[in-house]
Structure formats: structure tokens, C-alpha cells
């Protein structure tokens, strides 16, 4: 009789440390970069309590940069910490999943850290698909993804350039060429440029599962900037299956 193994999972997050001008800069030239380097610390802090919860059943690792920055301190405990190496994100990409393989993960998810909203499940049907298939994708509606995974070994990556209105579409393409079997996830949507806080802001409002964002939103009155003037962020996280968070 045989015995299923389950495989090795690593889910990991992207980042930078926040430092103003280094990162969310397109967002940092309209609300200024002290603003979005403050607002983009509170996605790392709510993103490293969402996945830091156990019984997941993946191992959370932080893939940061600059090599010296000092992300323990930063985003607290996790399964392992590691410096980015690469020219540009595509090469820093190809080095986590090679990284990851390396280190014995069978299957590895890679999410970015500008999505402060993308909940668990999302996560979690992305392991599952790649229970059955070699690659999965989660789009954003802006052209790019906000979450990439691959079983180890794989590389849809090539050389596609990153941050251009087709990434998505161009990943898939290349996908079909070196016929790896590709899994797309529910559009989602990330932190970019001012227009995207009005999302945020809509997301806040309503239950959520960033508490640190939310205060940082109403820190920041970055409600005056994009959202009417009677918005007031939600503080709690409750019913958060009615908007797609964890439940």
C-alpha cells in the first residue's frame, strides 16, 4: 500500500524595506514619499500577522531587500529570511523559486507585498492548483499579477520584462510556448498609484483584515487625499467572509 507524502510549501512574500523614496514611488510622487513608505510598512505588518498564523500548512519565508536591511526586526518571526539577488525583479524572482528549491520546497508561492488585502484562501487555492498543475497565476486588473507559483524546478519567468501592462498575458504566453501547465487565480488588485487608494480605501472601510493598514490610513489622512470626508476606516475584522478575507 502506498502512503501519499505531502509536499514541502513555501509561501513567500516579496519586500523591501520601507524607506521613503526607495519604495511605492509612483504612489510616494502624489501623496509624497514619507506618506507611502509609512503606508507600505503597515502592508508588511499586516501581511506578516496574516501568514505568520500557523496551521497554513506552508512554511512563511521573507525575500527582502537591501541585503543589509534587517527584516527580522522588521516583520518579526517566520519560517526563514533570505536577501533578493538579481539585476531586476525578474532575475530576483527566478532566484527565490531556484532558492526554494534548493532548500527543499517541492512547491512555492510567491506573493507580493503591495496587496495588503489578499486573504489566505487566495493563498491556499494557489497550493492547491499546484497540486495538479506546474505554474499559477494570480492576475491584478492593471495588466500584472500579484501572485505567482510553481513547482520546483519550473520557470515560466524567462526573461520577460517586469512592471508593463501585459506581464500577465505575456507570462501565460510563455507558458504555452515551453508547455507548462498554468493555473490562473480570481483577478485581484494592488497598491501602486493614488487611484488605487481609492480601492484601499473602499476596503477599509468595510470588515477587513488589515488592522495596521487601516490605522495607518487614518494616521496618514490619506482619506482627505482620495476617499469623501465622512470615510472613517474600519477598525475590527469581522465578518470577513463577506468580503473575501479569511474565515
Partial sequence: MSIAVSPRRALVIGAKAPVPGTVKTRLGQTIGHPRAAALYRAFLIDLARRFGRSGHGYDLLWAFAPAEADFPALVGAADGYFAQEGADWTERQRHIFRWTAAHGYDQTVLIASDSPQLPAATVSAAFVA???????????????????????????????????????????????????????????????????????????????????????????RLWNDVAPVSFVPHNGVENLSATGGEE
Avoid at 505554474?135 to 507559483?149: F, N, R
Avoid at 508547455?179 to 473602499?202: F, G, P, Y
Fill in 130 to 220: 499546484l497540486d495538479t498543475d506546474a505554474a499559477v497565476l494570480a492576475p491584478t486588473d492593471d495588466g500584472g499579477y500579484s501572485l505567482i507559483g510553481q513547482q520546483a524546478g519550473g520557470d515560466i519567468l524567462g526573461s520577460i520584462p517586469m512592471s508593463t501592462a501585459t506581464v500577465y498575458d505575456d507570462l501565460r504566453a510563455n507558458a504555452r510556448a515551453r508547455r507548462i501547465t498554468l493555473h490562473s487565480l480570481s483577478t485581484t488588485w494592488d497598491v501602486d498609484e493614488v487611484s488605487d487608494l481609492h480601492r484601499l480605501a473602499t476596503y477599509l472601510a468595510g470588515p477587513h483584515d488589515a488592522p495596521a493598514t487601516a490605522a495607518a490610513f487614518r494616521h496618514l
